[in-house]
């Protein structure tokens, strides 16, 4: 069993930070993807960024365009955790940001942003963005 708790969410202005961070637990594992994806009230959920690693040293990003350049992703594959620094953020970033767990590694950028790649999940924290 892994079991993954997400932290940092809460209110933030227009052009404010916010850092998120994940822990996964339970297990002990050295190939490792985790992920982020938010989602709004009825609507689909949306990937935000990824990263994959092999034995803790190769290692592949991916981010969604509506993120890149603003958000960035890290983790410390030893400890299985995970942060998202959000930077400019913007009123349509509000959501519930899930942290996602996977104990595969996904070389394929198409494979990082499948929600279904990822077997773990937390139970989400809230972002807002007021204008």
């Known amino acids: 069993q892994v079991r993954v708790v997400e932290s940092g969410g809460g209110w933030v202005q227009a052009g404010g930070s916010l850092r998120l961070s994940c822990a996964a637990s339970?297990?002990?594992?050295?190939?490792?993807?985790m992920a982020w994806f938010r989602q709004v009230s009825g609507k689909v959920r949306e990937f935000v960024a990824a990263?994959?690693?092999?034995?803790?040293?190769?290692?592949?990003?991916s981010y969604a365009d509506s993120v890149e350049g603003r958000f960035t992703i890290s983790g410390d594959g030893a400890k299985n955790t995970l942060a998202l620094q959000m930077s400019s953020l913007k009123p349509e970033d509000t959501a519930v940001y899930y942290c996602?767990?996977?104990?595969?590694?996904?070389?394929?950028?198409?494979?990082?942003?499948?929600?279904?790649?990822?077997?773990?999940w937390g139970q989400g924290t809230q972002v807002t963005v007021s204008s």
């Open positions: 996602a767990a996977s104990l595969g590694f996904f070389s394929r950028d198409y494979d990082r942003r499948l929600p279904g790649q990822y077997a773990y």
């Open positions: 339970g297990r002990t594992f050295s190939t490792v993807s």
């Open positions: 990263i994959s690693r092999s034995a803790g040293i190769l290692y592949y990003t």
